[in-house]
């Protein structure tokens, strides 16, 4: 009985001094160096998801119409609205502020990617979307919209 007590009270503190180890969030309204857009990254379930939630140009100026995904590798989702789109899924905190294990679809080429978001400092993140290893890939500075 002892021994569960004082293993009982490492595992305390060990999941005490983890979470204290996650000082900086992700949650919140982002953009990226073009500011062609705005990103609200939010909880879904147990994880970070991402989704656009305005454009600096929102409507395609051949059709005057709203944006949508035409470079979608499915023809079925080529007519989905982009505001509003969930382009990023499946984020999962793994160390020194940063979630790992994403998903990343652009919507410009119709191509997803693996990534990663890296909290620099409280109003700046790193987000890289990489093929196989995170060391090959492309990253952004991505900062807090306030």
């Not at 990103?39 to 970070?48: Q, T, V, W």
């Not at 035409?70 to 899924?89: A, D, E, W």
């Amino acid at each position: 009985m002892k021994h569960f007590i004082i293993l009982s009270i490492a595992l305390l503190f060990g999941l005490i001094g983890s979470a204290s180890a996650q000082t900086l969030s992700p949650l919140g309204v982002w953009t990226n160096a073009d500011k062609k857009a705005t990103f609200e990254i939010y909880k879904c379930g147990d994880k970070l998801c991402g989704k656009i939630v305005s454009l600096a140009t929102p409507n395609d100026p051949k059709t005057g119409k709203p944006k949508v995904d035409t470079m979608n590798p499915n023809p079925k989702q080529r007519t989905r609205p982009r505001l509003g789109m969930v382009f990023m899924s499946g984020f999962e905190y793994d160390e020194d502020n940063k979630w790992d294990d994403g998903k990343i679809y652009d919507p410009e080429s119709g191509k997803t990617y693996s990534c990663y978001m890296k909290m620099e400092n409280a109003n700046t993140m790193e987000v890289k979307g990489y093929i196989g290893f995170s060391l090959i890939g492309k990253s952004q500075i991505w900062t807090r919209v306030k």
